[in-house]
């Protein structure tokens, strides 16, 4: 499968906890972007990288929250100090080169229930 | 954060009817995208569009990236049942890097 991968699919835990997900893009994508969904509601940016520069970052994504791509491959989202508004699908995508229009293809995402 | 306007918010129809929906900005894009999404499942791909006016077919799917820049339509012909879900548009505009996504149209299909 060459698609953009995120582990784990679920992810339960208690406020207060930390987590990280992971997100391996299609390999030939440059590209990588992270969203958050809520029931009922279409997909929200988050952060976007290129390579492995981090180069935009939305006012959604609080000082809880911290994303990285080191090696320009695939990214990991960690959320410090869990709140239950945390509780969302959050989903990992990737494009190629803007300048050839390539679209964003999405991830399976990772669903998050804070209790 | 800011969403785009999608409309029908929801649809009940028979298999083989077609479908029209639409999604409309208060901003101009220079691409507008179709995803559809199944429930515990991402957003798939369906249409991509980058120029104003481009009329873009795949297969029973037609999308149009409106001459204004500030609207799209997708259409379905002779739904099948693989066709519910959910239906997004999306919009990019120019040095942007961030898609804004549309609220979503709910296909169902009625027995």
């Known amino acids: 499968d060459t698609g953009v991968s995120q582990d784990p699919r679920h992810k339960i835990t208690k406020r207060g906890q930390n987590v990280t997900f992971r997100c391996d893009p299609i390999?030939?994508?440059?590209?990588l972007y992270w969203y958050r969904q809520t029931l009922g509601q279409g997909p929200e940016f988050l952060t976007y990288?290129?390579?492995?520069?981090?180069?935009?970052k939305s006012r959604l994504l609080s000082d809880r929250f911290s994303a990285e791509r080191p090696k320009g491959s695939f990214s990991t989202l960690e959320i410090q100090r869990t709140e239950q508004g945390d509780s969302a699908m959050y989903l990992c995508?990737?494009?190629?080169?803007?300048?050839?229009?390539?679209?964003?293809?999405f991830g399976n995402g990772t669903r998050l229930t804070v209790t | 954060g800011q969403q785009l306007n999608q409309s029908p918010q929801s649809m009940f129809i028979q298999e083989g009817e077609d479908v029209s929906m639409n999604c409309t900005s208060s901003?101009?894009?220079?691409?507008w995208l179709w995803y559809k999404q199944d429930p515990g499942e991402g957003p798939v791909l369906l249409i991509a569009?980058?120029?104003?006016?481009e009329l873009t077919s795949n297969g029973r799917l037609t999308a149009q990236f409106g001459i204004t820049r500030k609207d799209s339509f997708l259409n379905i012909s002779a739904s099948i049942p693989s066709d519910v879900g959910i239906y997004f548009c999306?919009?990019?505009?120019?040095?942007?890097?961030?898609?804004?996504f549309g609220t979503g149209t709910r296909l169902t299909i009625i027995p």
């Open positions: 995508a990737s494009s190629g080169d803007r300048d050839t229009g390539s679209p964003l293809h």
């Open positions: 390999s030939e994508h440059n590209r």
């Open positions: 990288f290129q390579n492995e520069a981090q180069l935009e």
């Open positions: 901003s101009i894009f220079n691409t």
């Open positions: 569009l980058y120029k104003a006016g």
């Open positions: 999306a919009g990019r505009d120019f040095g942007n890097e961030k898609l804004t």
